[in-house]
């Protein structure tokens, strides 16, 4: 019996089989370096809230205390509204409400004079107009290196760092909170909240807080906060996420979040206070 063309057969199922193995293995590795490219192209377009999935309160906290670099931040009159650009997303701190992410069009740009940016959350859109010159936030005696106007009515004072009253600067946190003891109070058409403030220690002080309305909404509160170096402080329970401080030349400027088991649904104990 030939056993020739057995064996050519064989050679050439042999070589047919590794053909396929190599083009097999040739495709998984260019499907892995689509995958891979794929994947470094969502890291960097992504935004911080869907990557990163962290609380506006969290990031809020780590931007006031200096924590998390940003690119540029903008400070308004009342409301007193604070906005941080970090590459495209924003952090919105509305105050008296919860902060909320959002996505610039494009990244701030400090080598530019005059720029104009738009930001949104699916749901919610605004223009900001930036402009290298002396700003104002409306309540403090800060001097701001640029000046901002949101949705073309609400102006305010901008920089690419904290700005920071040179006085206040100069003393320490625990003399900060000094000149700042007393009663303070916040009133309006619907709601009038007392505040109480007394230093007791380095770095953080004693507060009460009550508040009312003439519908017979109540509240009270009391507890120590803990002051950072901007001048800002901040008090937290089990059962109250945060108060914020922001202490000003002329007043204390107050926001909760989540301290509805210490009011009624009617009333809060956010507000300016002088």
């Not at 400090?110 to 859109?125: M, V």
């Not at 901002?148 to 760092?161: A, D, Q, R």
């Not at 507890?223 to 401080?245: H, M, N, P, Q, W």
């Amino acid at each position: 019996m030939n056993k020739l063309p057995l064996i050519l057969a064989l050679l050439l199922f042999g070589c047919t089989a590794n053909e396929q193995i190599d083009q097999e293995n040739d495709r998984i590795q260019s499907k892995t370096l689509e995958n891979t490219q794929d994947s470094i192209q969502l890291n960097e377009t992504e935004s911080l809230s869907e990557i990163l999935q962290l609380d506006p309160n969290d990031v809020l906290e780590e931007l006031r205390n200096g924590e998390r670099e940003f690119d540029f931040y903008a400070a308004f009159t009342e409301p007193f509204w604070t906005i941080y650009f970090i590459d495209e997303d924003v952090v919105f701190d509305h105050a008296w409400e919860a902060p909320e992410f959002y996505k610039l069009n494009r990244e701030f740009d400090p080598a530019k004079d005059k720029q104009s940016l738009t930001f949104s959350n699916g749901e919610k859109q605004w223009e900001i107009l930036i402009e290298k010159g002396e700003g104002s936030d409306g309540m403090s005696e800060i001097s701001y290196p640029y000046s901002v106007k949101l949705n073309n009515e609400l102006y305010g004072g901008g920089g690419k760092e904290l700005c920071r009253e040179t006085q206040k600067v100069e003393m320490a946190v625990d003399q900060l909170a000094y000149l700042n003891e007393g009663t303070y109070t916040f009133h309006d058409s619907h709601r009038t909240s007392l505040l109480k403030i007394k230093a007791v220690r380095k770095h953080e002080f004693d507060f009460y807080m009550e508040t009312g309305t003439e519908e017979g909404c109540t509240g009270r509160i009391e507890g120590v906060g803990e002051l950072y170096d901007d001048g800002s402080a901040r008090f937290t329970t089990e059962d109250c996420k945060a108060i914020y401080f922001q202490f000003v030349a002329n007043g204390i400027s107050v926001k909760e979040v989540d301290c509805d088991d210490f009011h009624g649904a009617r009333c809060s104990f956010g507000g300016f206070y002088d």
